[in-house]
């Protein structure tokens, strides 16, 4: 009787073990999960736009206006171009460069060329490069405008709407915006 448990013990210690070190696999990686469906996105942000999407809204009088004073701040922190004020952004927060490319999903190779400033980015890219840098609604449109791009507000589901939105929610990962994107049918980034 006692050899059966120490014998049960024996595998119940192990099994503990063995998902202890699971566990720690798991936590130990550097990079978020790319979701692979809407469902493991934030409920609210697919509720907003699912609600959007149904509901096109009617314009609201008055709305728009001048930049806010945050923007203009970074206006002046950021003079350069796109590629000047993208290394001034990374070397600030201290990313680094496979960090970011891998993030926007583009190649080391189109990145290089873009931050050194031998190429410029189409939209897309310009917007997966910035998405990348996890700014916050003032930087982006900032880091955007210096690509000599914007995102356009409207009253209807748009795919720079979505980008906002995301934005909002916090969600970084150029892939799970492409899967906001495609699930509204409209064309991903890059």
Excluded: W
């Excluded at 096109?56 to 709305?63: F, K």
């Excluded at 171009?81 to 999903?105: I, L, W």
């Amino acid at each position: 009787m006692s050899i059966l448990l120490l014998v049960i013990i024996g595998i119940l210690l192990a099994g503990f073990v063995i998902a202890i070190a699971i566990g720690k696999s798991d936590e130990s990686s550097d990079e978020p999960s790319t979701p692979a469906s809407p469902q493991q996105l934030p409920q609210e942000l697919v509720k907003k736009l699912d609600y959007l999407y149904q509901n096109p809204r009617s314009p609201v009088p008055g709305a728009g206006g001048l930049p806010d004073s945050a923007y203009t701040k970074l206006k002046l922190i950021y003079k350069n171009n796109f590629s000047s004020s993208y290394q001034q952004y990374m070397k600030r927060h201290h990313y680094k460069d496979t960090d970011v490319y891998r993030r926007a999903n583009i190649s080391r190779q189109l990145f290089s060329q873009i931050k050194c400033g031998k190429k410029s980015p189409s939209r897309s890219t310009a917007i997966a490069m910035v998405i990348a840098l996890k700014p916050n609604d003032s930087e982006f449109d900032v880091l955007l405008e210096k690509a000599g791009y914007s995102l356009s507000t409207s009253y209807n589901l748009t795919p720079d709407e979505i980008i906002y939105e995301c934005l909002h929610f916090n969600v970084y990962d150029v892939k799970a915006v492409n899967i906001l994107l495609k699930r509204y049918n409209f064309n991903t980034l890059n």
